[in-house]
């Protein structure tokens, strides 16, 4: 984090404090406001430093709040099973709730496959685009 901040490089999804983390990233390009939300199922803020967790009811109230500053948001959930191509249940159940609660668009990754997408109220939800690493075995 000291790293990106001192680059000038914006990041979301990682803080030092809960309420940190979960901030999303605004930016405004040719008038449209855009909100990037990272949270995932693994949380870990104990430890004065760590990732947002993907708490429908925190997420609710920061979804409803940035819709109403009349922002396109954007989840990015880490989150899913290594290796399985089909999303899980819960997975599919965060990301409409998600819609229905205002956001635009939901991308997830982890799995290191990627996963199948679909369109949920006219919203595209991308459950996994994959990983940096897609074959973590050539690297053991």
């Known amino acids: 984090m000291n790293a990106l901040s001192q680059a000038g490089i914006p990041y979301f999804g990682l803080g030092r404090t809960k309420r940190e983390a979960i901030a999303p990233l605004i930016s405004e390009h040719e008038g449209l406001k855009i909100a990037l939300i ?7 803020v104990n430890s004065g430093i760590g990732t947002a967790t993907e708490e429908l009811s925190l997420l609710r109230k920061l ?8 922002c396109f948001v954007i989840l ?13 249940p ?11 609660y205002g956001a ?9 496959v ?3 997408f679909e369109v949920y109220r006219n919203k595209y939800i991308f459950y996994s685009l994959g990983n940096f690493i897609f074959s973590q075995s050539l690297y053991h």
């Open 38 to 44: 990272g949270a995932t199922r693994y949380a870990n």
């Open 104 to 112: 635009d668009l939901i991308i997830g990754a982890h799995p290191h």
């Open 63 to 70: 979804i409803t709040a940035l819709k109403k500053e009349n």
């Open 114 to 116: 990627y996963q199948g």
């Open 90 to 100: 819960r997975e599919r159940r965060i990301a409409k709730k998600c819609i229905d």
């Open 76 to 88: 990015y959930f880490h989150w899913g099973y290594e290796y399985v191509r089909i999303p899980a």
